[in-house]
């Protein structure tokens, strides 16, 4: 195979596609990206769970493919003199990279032993603007649980329902709920894809308008944005019922800027520089107008007020500050309404109309 | 530093751009510490074969600790009482007494504290220390190990054997090479004529099951297992072959832990060696329980929760293991722990297959205080959690006031 080609593109689709190089494999293939120049040049990376297929345009002189290894190829592209690149494998998997002086001449795999990618058939499709997959991911991966006890919810759960998507999150000690509405038909399915798998599918996606299509099967997904593919396996299970865990009804209703109430929560968890844990920030009213964020540590102390407006009874709570800040972040809202039930009850904040997210905190036990 | 004698401030380089000094660690060993420290109580008995030893009639009937005397009556620690007696009809028998050997302990990590704030204690009568801090202001590794004996000699009138190395490993074999009240020093010039044709036993962490296995291999001394090839000894151990090969070579980068201090406890545990063998799961929980419950009330004593129950067993041919769990959340409850150990006794234990026991443990770890608040979960927060431990603070209090067998569990009813 011979190609001629941008740098600048080269090194784009050599950055996307090592995100699913495995680093630490025992096959020397998998630790390659596949090369196969088409119509255009295709580059594979693929750790038999995540892969990611990235096309760009180029000078096709020569069809071909070959295999080279992911770190050394990523390096000397971009570290090559000139805006041209020729790339050519010759015989004996051989690869030529030449950019103005620059000649290297570097041992490449056969493609032949390069695993293929699984085929996404029988799938439902799920087309929505790249921004609004990108926003979804962002305002939900952070609660994905860690834990390998429990694998479904090492994923987020997409739902998808008359014309609206779900994306949700839950580690067992809060959740993260976001509701978006899709133009034309959507599939009624439910599936959970891996949390890394998503951070990917995010990464791929642009802030665009332009469409990224969701192709899901019984094993696995496939997000398409034109010139960059990603397939990664679904986690197998059934997804926490999560609508019974947020509550219904609220001892405590207050509306608030989260903008003043993230910054005043930020600014009490500085004095906490150890174990989270270990000193909670504290939510605390005293009248129906205010609202008292503290925290006591070994440092010293610090307080706040934020104005609110309070319905129901009043309350002192204990939280890990992190849960709030997390949520509190991805919200792009002037107000927001927070729940309350009781300082061992579950808090949600949610938005003053309609329903587009809810993000779910429990307390920490004094 | 450059200028030093000895393995003080050698120049190491381990890659291109990398240049480091050897660290100095000693290893010090108390010499026979419990036959020793009963010897100063009693000075009478300095001069006869002494051992320290349980009772034969609750079947601790073991050796815990001899002296140099005795030793060379060929008392050995371990073995039966009576067997020790048929060597040395004139051994004279104490029952050990820990409360002398804490406070001893305690009087030598003050000296060792003369000499580095890095001191890693590892059981009560040994410990690591880190001089290399100290050798520009005290001397080299061997004058501080040599001072250190002195010092104690005079002090305490106690012996103590030391090792000096650049690894921990080599400190701890260098310890026990010439006893009793001496130095040893492992340099990276001597190591392979004095470390090498050692038994490979003799290392560190090799229990009998690695030893056999590489005795099986035809591995017998420490210089066969450095010959190795690492890959080899992963494919043999897992990730324990690679400590194996490093602990042969020297090449342990071990760090002398001072967190590991005696002050803040990593654990708290307790074992018993029962008066019966046990062949039950009944009779194995009745022991449990009592393990329990005096772990889950030292624990509260001492106010601080843990999350990691481990259980030991040691069954009638003395075989050991240990088995351990993470619970969901932190605790001092009696019932929580007792709940834990008993699920890994039915998992790793079944009376009808296995060897009946002769002493069963429980330890917790993964300590914390108990005014740590608790992260509320989604599922199995136990709603009784406090209500529970209100119930064992309410069982101590009786305790306290009206003895310990005031208020007992009715398991333990049944078993009077």
Known sequence: ?366 | MFGMPGIVGEIRTHGPDECNYDKVILHCDLNNFYASVECLYKPELKAKPVAVGGSVEKRHGIILAKNQLAKMYGVRTGEPIWESVRKCPDLVIVPPDMSKYVKYSGMTAEIYARYTDIIEPFGIDECWLDVTGSISLLGDGPHIADDIRNTIREELGLTVSVGVSWNKIFAKLGSDMKKPDATTVITRDNYKSLVWPLPVDDLLFVGRKTGAKLRRIGVNTIGKLAALDEAYLVSLFGKWGNSLYAFANGLDAGVVDKDWSSIKAKGIGNSTTTPHDVSSYEDAKAVLTGLSESVARRMREHRLKGRTVSLSLRDNDLEYRERQRCLNSHTYVSGDILDAAVSLLRENWDPRKDKPLRSLGVRMSSLEDENVPVQLSLWDSDPNALKKESIDRTMDMIRERFGDDSVIRGLMLRKR
């Open chain 1, 1 to 366: 195979m011979k190609i001629i080609c941008l740098k600048e593109n080269f090194t784009e689709a050599i950055n996307i596609v090592q995100k699913a190089v495995s680093t630490r494999s025992t096959m020397p293939i998998l630790d390659g990206i596949l090369i196969e120049a088409d119509e255009r040049v295709k580059l594979t990376g693929y750790d038999l769970e995540t892969g990611i297929e990235c096309s760009f345009d180029a000078d096709v002189i020569e069809k071909g493919s070959i295999v080279i290894n992911s770190k050394m190829l990523g390096d000397i592209i971009k570290k090559l003199p000139e805006e041209m690149v020729k790339f050519e494998a010759g015989t004996g998997n051989t690869v030529v990279i030449e950019s103005g002086n620059a000649h290297f001449s570097i041992k490449g795999l056969d493609s032949e032993g390069y695993p293929k990618i699984p085929v996404v058939e029988d799938y439902e499709k799920i087309v929505i603007p790249q921004n609004k997959l990108r926003e979804m991911v962002h305002q939900t991966i952070f609660a994905v649980s860690n834990d390998e006890s429990r694998p479904v919810l090492n994923g987020c759960n997409i739902r998808c329902a008359e014309g609206v998507i779900e994306m949700v999150a839950i580690d067992g000690f809060r959740l993260a709920l976001r509701r978006n509405d899709v133009d034309g038909d959507i599939p009624e399915v439910s599936f959970i894809v891996p949390g890394k798998s998503l951070n990917e599918a995010g990464r791929i996606t642009d802030n665009s308008k332009e469409s990224v299509e969701i192709y899901k099967s019984t094993n696995h997904i496939m997000f398409d944005t034109g010139n960059v593919k990603m397939v990664s396996r679904l986690i197998a299970g059934e997804y926490m019922n999560y609508n019974s865990i947020i509550p219904k009804t609220a001892e405590t209703t207050i509306t608030v800027s989260p903008e003043f109430l993230l910054s005043a929560i930020e600014r009490a968890s500085l004095i906490i520089t150890t174990d989270e844990r270990k000193f909670p920030v504290r939510l605390m009213t005293s009248d129906d107008d205010r609202l008292i964020i503290s925290s006591n540590t070994e440092v010293g102390s610090v307080r706040e007020e934020v104005p609110i407006v309070l319905t129901g009874n009043k309350i002192d709570i204990d939280f890990n500050p992190k849960y709030f800040i997390d949520a509190l972040k991805v919200i792009d809202e002037e107000e927001v309404s927070i729940s309350f039930n009781g300082n061992m009850g579950p808090c949600v904040i949610r938005p003053i109309e309609g329903n587009a997210f809810a993000y779910l905190v429990l307390p920490l036990r004094r």
